[in-house]
């Protein structure tokens, strides 16, 4: 197994301890807005994990019809998402 292998499975650990923790304790909401999703993984990645349907959109009674998001799975998703690794544009050689 390679180094970077092995530091990817130790960061997947870490962040996925942290998740449950945060869960178990109740800090966090487990429904995250449209918006706040945008602002954590970029609107085109939240974009395309809803036309893929990896992702769906889901109402609460009472709050109009604002769209709420599963924080579990959108951040399952985006774990499992490798365009994380990707170089941003401006950081690319050309």
């Known amino acids: 197994m390679k180094i970077e292998d092995l530091s990817l ?13 945060v869960a178990e304790s109740g800090a966090i909401s487990s429904l995250i807005s449209k ?4 602002r954590l993984y970029g609107r ?12 769906s959109p889901l109402t609460v009674p009472g709050k109009s019809s604002k769209k709420f998001l599963d924080r579990t799975k959108l951040d399952s998703v985006a774990a499992a998402s490798n365009r994380h690794t990707y170089l941003p544009v401006a950081d690319r050689k050309l």
């Open 9 to 21: 499975l130790m960061l997947n650990a870490v962040n996925t301890g942290v998740a449950n923790a």
């Open 35 to 38: 918006a706040d999703a945008y």
């Open 44 to 55: 085109s990645n939240v974009d395309r994990w809803l036309t893929e349907q990896l992702i």
